[in-house]
């Protein structure tokens, strides 16, 4: 006789979860395709090129550059010098990469085969997809479906996004940026402030969310305070305030651990320094914009230069009309502090598109038109600028011969 020892049935709670992930998956399904689309398009003709031209792909994806400093974290940790380590393959120090990148590569690498190279490659093509489908929560919570799905796939389809395919940080900190933006916004503030110190933990623009998130949630705290209220004083007040306490903690505390590993107040800045990073005022900007519009005598720009000054315009113009179009204050601070730091600071200008990447809100403005015509426009327009961008990705990994 069969037992009558029934089956477990999942609980409601379990089947509850499942059945909402299932429903946001279906809701994000266009805008995770989409963006997966244009990604797949730049990288495989990326790795068509370049094996046309006698380079490995890997080498471009996941061993160039700014690669490199994150696999020499992984594999021999932090510098204990303001100039790196003597007789080693870089004369700067190591302790200018931000460590929570690094330290899921670390990660991944104890748990996937594939060696730490491969494996910093796999966690930000993970934090790309995750990048797009939050970036698709907030539009989608601002203006519907449509409009978050066309923001999702123009962050795909931008002229840097090859980035965003690399082993780089840029599409963790997209990610944690959308994912703090999207919580300020549904004023769910602890989370909020957790996802802001994580960013701050990525990249040194880090600052920018902190500051985007903190300032919010410390308005919310003061109307909460002014509020009238019934019940203690503290328990409409504690939720942001403690959001606002946790925005910049990832970024202050690699900033203050910097500081003591190499026995210097000022270390973290004095890093940045010997990379050639200082506060500028606004005026290595401009020089490069003149340099680049007026051109230097007896030789031509790069394309790359010519491309990045045009980004870095095109994105104040789009800060403009976010202004006009009265964004919500958390996605105008991030907007504006994003191009405060990239305004104020001197350094490499070449990566300053690069740098702007995760500035999605800046988008918002071109999704709302598309999202307003045809969808035979909508897909010729992303169709082309999936097409222009993958182009012009293969020209900068394979041509320029510089970083990104």
Known sequence: MASATAVPRPSSAGRDVR?????????????????????????VLLCYFAERRGRSPGTVLYG???????????????????????NAWHGWSNLAFFPLYPALCRV???????????????????????????????????????????LAVLWGCLPHALVESMAYTESLFTALCAAALYATLAKRWVW???????????????????????????????????????????????????????APAGWLAFVVWVGLRVHRADGYF????????????????????????????GSDVPVAFV?????????????????????????????????????????????????????????????????RTHPRTIACTLSFAAVASAIYGVHLSLVWNGPP
């Open 192 to 246: 909020a402030g957790t996802f802001a110190a994580l960013a701050g933990l990525t990249r040194p623009t880090g600052v920018a969310i902190a500051a985007a998130v903190g300032l919010t949630a410390g308005l919310a705290a003061v109307r909460a305070l002014r509020r009238p209220r019934e019940g203690p004083w503290w328990e409409p007040v504690w939720r942001p305030a403690l959001g606002m306490l946790l």
């Open 307 to 371: 491309v990045v000054t045009l980004v870095v315009v095109a994105c104040f113009a789009l800060f403009a009309f976010c202004l006009v179009q009265r964004q919500p204050l958390p996605l105008l601070l991030f907007s504006g502090a994003l191009l405060a730091v990239l305004t104020l600071g001197a350094g490499v200008y070449i990566a300053r598109a690069r740098f702007l990447l995760p500035g999605f809100p800046l988008l918002i403005p071109l999704a709302r038109v598309l999202a």
């Open 64 to 86: 160039s550059w700014d690669s490199r400093w994150y696999q020499d974290v992984v594999e021999h940790g932090y510098d204990r010098t303001v100039t790196g380590v003597p």
């Open 270 to 297: 004095a890093v940045q320094e010997a990379w050639g990073n200082r506060f500028s005022k606004g005026g290595y900007l401009l020089r490069r914009f003149r340099w680049v519009f007026l051109g230097p005598r």
């Open 19 to 43: 059945t909402r992930a299932e429903a946001a998956l279906r809701l994000a399904a266009p805008a995770l395709l989409g963006y997966g689309a244009a990604r797949a398009l730049g990288i």
């Open 108 to 150: 991944a690498d104890a748990v996937l085969p594939v060696g730490a190279a491969k494996a910093s490659w796999l966690v930000s093509l993970t934090a790309s997809m995750a990048a797009a489908w939050l970036i698709f929560l907030v539009g989608n919570r601002l203006h519907r479906r449509r409009t978050g799905v066309i």
